[in-house]
């Protein structure tokens, strides 16, 4: 919650000081053929909830065997230093974000064409299910086994801990986007496609990862400088590999290396509407 209000903060203050700088407002049509109106800047925000569609998740560690992935198991007793506290196949599960939310700054030419670099805020939590009960909330915890026995359970003393604290993630894109224009309507079509980077926090890490994203949607002229719009977008990033991720040791190991770290893999897709308002000044 701290990263998210810093972010939020910093947007906004973004925002604020580009509001507040000299710029003369205009009336005429942003379709204006004037080279000297060809392009004006923008700026925009947005809200943009999202839905994950994160797959093929496994874990192992980095330098040792993982047979298999355990999770804790439901109820208030249960403890990572209880062996047989881990069972069934661990597999994650994301709830939605209904927090996130971008900014822009760019371009727009009275062709319709428009450049722009987008930095927006996304937060995946862990989905908290019924049967997750327990003040550590067990769901979020799994062990990496490096063997396991008979019953199911990692055999003592030979497995690590991972915990699952959800996935996080900002986004800086550089977009390019067609708007459809018209001098009978005041709605119009875009598409836009973007490639960039995410800083995604993942395991108490943060990555760096190439992404690219796409949008389709419609925007409506409230007034000659100032536009709403709304969008469906959908965003991935190229490269599912999370290394050096750190591991819990509740119990002293069995065997060597009894110092280890830990690399998991995770497609990383997700999609969902954007709304906000565009401001439109002049060059």
């Not at 490639?195 to 890490?205: L, R, S, Y």
Request: proline letters at 4%.
């Amino acid at each position: 919650m701290g990263k998210f209000m810093n972010y939020k903060n910093t947007l906004l203050g973004i925002m604020l000081a580009l509001s507040l700088l000299p710029t003369k407002s205009f009336s005429e049509s942003i379709s204006n053929n004037d080279n000297s109106q060809n392009f004006k800047l923008y700026i925009s925000g947005q809200y943009k909830p999202g839905v994950p569609r994160f797959n093929n998740f496994s874990a192992k560690e980095t330098n040792v065997k993982t047979q298999k992935l355990l999770g804790l198991l439901s109820g208030t007793s249960r403890k990572i230093d209880k062996y047989k506290d881990f069972s069934n196949t661990y597999i994650p599960d994301f709830q939605d974000s209904s927090t996130g939310f971008g900014a822009a700054v760019g371009y727009i030419s009275y062709k319709g064409i428009r450049f722009e670099i987008e930095s927006s805020y996304e937060e995946f939590q862990v989905n908290i299910h019924d049967n997750c009960e327990g003040t550590i909330e067990p769901c979020r915890y799994f062990a990496l086994a490096r063997s396991v026995g008979r019953r199911g359970w990692p055999d003592q003393n030979n497995y690590t801990v991972m915990k699952n604290t959800g996935l996080s993630m900002t986004s800086v894109m550089f977009n390019g986007c067609y708007n459809i224009m018209s001098n009978k309507l005041e709605i119009s079509p875009y598409i836009c496609i973007g490639i960039g980077g995410d800083f995604i926090d993942f395991f108490d890490a943060t990555h760096i990862k190439l992404a690219y994203q796409g949008k389709l949607g419609i925007s409506y002229s409230l007034l000659p400088d100032v536009t709403l719009f709304v969008d469906g977008y959908y965003h991935r990033i190229a490269n599912n590999q999370f290394n050096n991720l750190n591991v819990l040791q509740p119990v002293e190991l069995k065997y060597e290396p009894k110092i280890t770290s830990a690399t998991a893999t995770m497609n990383v897709t997700y999609f969902g509407g954007e709304v906000g308002i565009r401001f439109i000044f002049n060059s």
